[in-house]
């Protein structure tokens, strides 16, 4: 097709084989589409196309993903306001004939097993999803490259392809994520990612370890979590980051390694010296005020030492 529908913070483009998203960057276009930029979507990972009334005089058109097509959306788990949804374009009213032209294109090559029936007595008319098949792997890119955010009790860092690494704030990370220091782990030993949205009380990533082995009931307790709070973890940062890292999870050989290995560590297997001093300095603290006992001090500050 070639051509291109120019929208509300957004442009389509139409290719012979996908959908180009092209989001514009300015004040009042939403952070999370700025960080987005371009989303090629091939025609396979739609389950149909729709266009409805907007508000305040507008029209949207809705490319609707399938299920376990796009890492962005299967991360989200739909909590992602309407406004923020990438696959929306927001037309005027007036261009609604021309949008009703590009709805039944784009309808057109959508594969065959895109989309269950359609109800005959749906206005949206033929092409509407009843059951869409989900796909057997991710048809739309990642976010790619090292990405990181800052949450509330620490940072969250991805190396792009194999790592993920938490390294926890002095003022906001929990007596138990202190005493078991910063965590690194390999996306091999990892089977998914819980992400919930900092928009929401109690916002937090979480990785979701294979095995099944017994986690903390709370995010905040739990080292293979981050918290957000408020200001921290923004949809813009953390969203695509736990689709960039849910997407390497599905990509890797499940060939099994070792569970998790502290940051810090050096080569040879020795820590930071200052590292270490900074975590028995903490970890005083933590004692004094009574979060840990006298046999968790002990124990923990001879763990550190034989590191050195």
Do not use: N
């Not at 926890?168 to 994520?177: D, L």
């Not at 810090?264 to 300095?281: F, T």
Request: charge should be negative; aromatic fraction near 8%; glycine fraction near 10%.
């Amino acid at each position: 097709m070639g051509d291109v529908l120019a929208g509300i913070h957004a442009t389509w483009e139409f290719e012979s084989d996908a959908l180009v998203i092209r989001f514009e960057r300015g004040i009042r276009t939403p952070k999370l589409f700025q960080a987005l930029r371009e989303r090629r979507v091939p025609h396979e990972a739609l389950a149909s196309v729709t266009l409805t009334p907007g508000k305040r005089g507008t029209v949207v058109l809705h490319a609707v993903p399938r299920p376990g097509a796009d890492p962005l959306m299967e991360a989200a788990a739909g909590q992602l306001k309407e406004s923020c949804d990438p696959y929306r374009l927001v037309l005027p009213a007036d261009r609604e004939t021309l949008a009703e032209y590009y709805r039944d294109e784009l309808r057109a090559l959508l594969p065959p097993d895109a989309a269950g029936p359609a109800d005959p007595d749906d206005p949206a008319g033929p092409g509407d999803a009843v059951a869409a098949t989900p796909t057997d792997g991710f048809l739309v890119a990642p976010p790619t490259g090292p990405q990181s955010f800052k949450t509330y009790d620490g940072r969250a860092s991805f190396d792009g392809t194999s790592e993920v690494a938490f390294r926890w704030s002095w003022t906001g990370a929990s007596s138990e994520k202190w005493k078991a220091g910063d965590q690194t782990f390999s996306v091999r030993e990892l089977c998914g990612v819980e992400w919930r949205s900092p928009e929401v009380l109690d916002g937090y990533l979480r990785l979701v370890p294979r095995g099944g082995g017994p986690r903390a009931a709370q995010p905040d307790q739990d080292p293979a979590s981050v918290v957000f709070g408020l200001g921290y973890g923004p949809v813009h940062e953390s969203l695509p980051f736990a689709a960039a890292v849910l997407a390497a999870i599905r990509g890797k050989d499940r060939a099994p390694v070792p569970v998790a290995v502290p940051a810090g560590v050096r080569d040879g297997g020795h820590r930071d010296p200052g590292a270490v001093a900074e975590r028995i300095r903490h970890l005083g603290e933590l004692h004094q005020a009574g979060l840990v006992t006298d046999e968790e001090f002990s124990a923990k500050k001879a763990e550190l030492l034989a590191e050195l």
